[in-house]
């Protein structure tokens, strides 16, 4: 009795705790990220230093794949509906030249102000 | 099954008696024995014998009775009651018996018969006879019961009977007391001599009016009175062991039928068994108690858990009820997950400082889980085959350093060139 008393005590300072640091799920925007493109070299620094958790927001990755080549499965594949397309800055005349074939898949959470 | 006290009534040399708790009465006509009770008796115009006869055991006691009645020693049919009979040859038996005029016997039955109480009853040879088979042992021993003028006779084994009579004396005069024990001294030794055998013991069982024998000398046999009880009759008191032995007869003995013996051991059964019911009762009884109050027991102590358990449930929403935790624990597990799994930056650096020179990465998957990542690495060495294998294995060796564990790997070359294939793992820190 008296254990699950303290049990319950602490679980309960737990979840306050919780909600006095906005750790809860209410006060966070959640963003999906995937990207399914042929990308130079520069583009896929820029994207992966870009994909890492930061003092203002989370990364969480889920999967990436990279090769030299545009796997024939990725060919004509359609985005998922609901889901952000990231798309690098570069311009139409580096794409030409684009040195991999890249699919990244992952969330950024970000807490709200 | 033996007697305890009860009735026991004699019927000898003519007269009736009534013995009952150490008070014996005088009678007048075995007509008037109408309760439980044992009865011996002499039966009037009885003899007692062992004879052979030439004929199997099953035919020996028909083949006796005929003997009888051609001696002419009744002048009227008889019955035979056996007492023993032994196969001796071919065709022979030795058989010790009672022969009672027919009449006189179905007169003593149909009395026991008819009467509504169970009545034992034994010849008088029936009582000497178990006396020698309770008290023999392989050699033989005399059974002598001497009353009045008459001294019954019976010499034996347990297994075997040699000699039965009956001795009479003229009358009761110490003369003829006297010759009367001469008698039976005469036939134990004559039966000695006869069956070449020694009687090492002769039991001795005394009536109201018995003289002891005053044998002197060696007899070459022990001389041994069986225990007396006094006895009253008409005022005055007597010595006697026959009662005793009478009481330790077994009932299987007597010549009644099973009616009569059934009834006797349904009698004596009675006390046993009202006292064994009285006894399961009692035991059911405090069994009852017993249970009833271990039941009451248990019962509280369940009433008492079940109080408890209502308290506790009660208790429950004022320590604060269901705290909502599950969600928040998720997100900040998952959280706490973000930030510290490897980022697909720190993946790509790592490859980089493993692999060296000339090696490039012709495939790249890496998929996370919940407990860490896994990656499938496709790269191509175009280098020689020596230099290629060391990168491959350096390569290797700085992964494992930097904490992957390889799952799989494989190596291939074309001499110019050297392609490989890596499964790393590396769980969440």
Not at chain 2, 131 to 154: E, M, W, Y
Request: aromatic share 12%.
């Amino acid at each position: 009795m008296a254990r699950q008393q303290r049990i319950l005590a602490r679980v309960r300072t737990f979840v306050e705790k919780a909600k006095a640091f906005g750790l809860v799920k209410d006060r966070w925007d959640r963003y999906g990220v995937e990207i399914q493109e042929s990308i130079t070299f520069p583009e896929l620094r820029q994207i992966l230093e870009q994909t890492v958790s930061k003092e203002t927001y989370y990364f969480e990755p889920s999967s990436l794949y990279i090769s030299k080549a545009k796997p024939e499965s990725a060919k004509g594949e359609a985005v998922e509906p609901g889901k952000k397309k990231q798309v690098p800055s570069a311009g139409t005349a580096e794409k030409q030249k684009a040195d991999l074939f890249l699919k990244l898949r992952g969330y950024f959470l970000v807490r709200r102000q | 099954m033996t007697f305890s006290s009860e009735k026991i009534y004699l019927e000898l040399d003519g007269h009736l008696f009534l013995y009952e708790a150490g008070h014996l009465s005088e009678l007048g006509d075995p007509s008037e024995i109408i309760e439980e009770s044992i009865f011996v008796t002499d039966f009037p115009d009885s003899i007692s014998r062992i004879i052979q006869v030439e004929t199997p055991p099953k035919y020996a006691d028909v083949m006796a009775r005929r003997n009888l009645e051609e001696a002419g020693e009744f002048d009227q049919p008889v019955t035979v009651i056996t007492h023993w009979k032994k196969k001796k040859r071919k065709n022979t038996t030795d058989i010790f018996f009672t022969a009672v005029p027919i009449q006189s016997y179905n007169h003593y039955m149909t009395h026991v018969e008819e009467t509504s109480a169970p009545i034992l009853l034994f010849p008088l040879y029936t009582v000497l006879h178990q006396t020698l088979k309770k008290n023999a042992r392989k050699s033989p021993i005399a059974v002598i019961f001497q009353h009045g003028r008459s001294a019954d006779l019976i010499i034996g084994t347990k297994k075997k009977i040699y000699f039965a009579n009956r001795s009479m004396a003229f009358d009761e005069t110490p003369e003829q007391i006297y010759a009367l024990w001469d008698m039976v001294l005469s036939d134990i030794r004559s039966t000695e001599a006869e069956n070449r055998i020694k009687i090492t013991k002769a039991l001795f069982i005394s009536w109201i009016d018995s003289t002891p024998p005053e044998w002197k000398g060696d007899l070459g046999f022990n001389l041994d009175s069986l225990a007396e009880e006094t006895l009253e009759l008409e005022g005055r008191s007597y010595r006697t062991s026959f009662f005793k032995v009478v009481r330790k007869l077994d009932v299987a003995a007597s010549i009644s039928g099973p009616s009569e013996k059934l009834a006797y051991y349904s009698r004596k059964a009675i006390l046993p068994l009202n006292l064994i019911l009285l006894l399961a009762v009692c035991l059911v009884f405090f069994g009852y108690m017993y249970f009833t109050r271990q039941a009451n027991a248990l019962n509280m102590s369940y009433q008492n858990l079940v109080s408890e358990l209502v308290s506790v449930k009660q208790l429950q929403p004022k320590i604060g009820g269901h705290v909502p935790y599950e969600e928040t624990l998720a997100f900040v597990k998952r959280l706490e997950r973000a930030s510290r799994v490897p980022s697909y930056k720190e993946f790509v650096n790592d490859l980089s400082d493993a692999f060296g020179e000339g090696m490039v990465v012709e495939l790249l998957k890496v998929d996370y889980g919940q407990g860490g990542l896994l990656a499938e690495v496709h790269a191509t060495v175009k280098a020689p085959f020596g230099q290629a294998h060391r990168g491959y294995q350096r390569s290797l060796w700085i992964l494992r350093k930097k904490g992957y564990c390889i799952e799989d790997s494989s190596f291939s070359t074309n001499i110019q060139a050297s392609h490989f294939l890596l499964k790393l793992t590396k769980r969440n820190p």
